[in-house]
C-alpha cells in the first residue's frame, strides 16, 4: 500500500530577526535589532567602535573624545574618515598629534584600512554616569561614652559631642 500522507511543506528559514527565544538571553542578541539601524545610519557596523571606544584609544582619550560617525567613500566600506567629537581645543591638538596612532588602533581593532583620517569636532561631550557612593556606616559608640554623655546637663552641648564622637569613630575606621 502506497504512503498517503502528504510531505510535510518546508517552511523558509527564518532569520535572526524573526526567531523567538524562550528562558534567558544575554541583552547585547536583542539590542542588536534595534541599534544597528541606528549605528548604521551614522556609518558605525553594530555600533562595536562606540562601545568599544574606551578599549581601543585608551581611557585617556576616550574621556575627551568620542566617536561620531564614519563616512566612507561611495561604494566602498575602507578608508574612511572618521568624525571625533572633542570636548577642547587644547585636548584637539593632542589628538591631532596622535592621529597616527589613533588609527592604527582602531585599524587594528577592525583588521583592515576602515579609516583613513580623522576629523576632529568640538563641543561638550555627554556626561558619564557618576556612581553614587554609599553612605558611611554610622559609628556607634561604646557604653563607656554614652554613659559619660549621659552626665552631661546641656541636652545641646550633649548632641554636638555625640555627633563628634560618631565622626571620630568614623574616620578611625576609614583609615
Do not use: C
Amino acid at each position: 500500500m502506497p504512503n498517503t500522507k502528504p510531505a510535510p511543506a518546508k517552511q523558509p528559514p527564518k532569520s535572526d530577526d524573526d526567531r523567538r527565544v524562550y528562558g534567558m538571553v544575554s541583552i547585547a542578541v536583542p539590542s542588536q535589532r534595534v541599534t544597528r539601524p541606528v549605528f548604521g545610519k551614522h556609518g558605525f557596523a553594530g555600533g562595536a567602535l562606540v562601545v568599544d571606544w574606551p578599549a581601543i584609544v585608551g581611557s585617556a582619550i576616550a574621556s575627551h573624545a568620542m566617536p561620531i560617525r564614519i563616512r566612507f567613500p561611495p561604494k566602498e566600506r575602507s578608508e574612511g574618515t572618521l568624525v571625533v567629537k572633542v570636548d577642547s581645543g587644547a585636548f584637539a591638538l593632542e589628538v591631532q598629534h596622535l592621529e597616527p596612532l589613533i588609527l592604527e588602533r582602531i585599524n587594528g581593532y577592525f583588521g583592515w584600512k576602515a579609516v583613513a583620517r580623522l576629523k576632529l569636532m568640538q563641543g561638550p561631550l555627554p556626561e558619564a554616569p557618576h556612581k553614587a557612593k554609599p553612605p558611611p556606616p554610622k559609628a556607634e559608640l561604646d557604653a563607656g561614652t554614652l554613659a559619660r554623655l549621659a552626665e552631661v546637663e546641656d541636652p545641646d552641648l550633649r548632641e554636638v559631642l555625640t555627633r563628634l564622637g560618631r565622626r571620630i569613630g568614623e574616620s578611625l575606621t576609614k583609615s
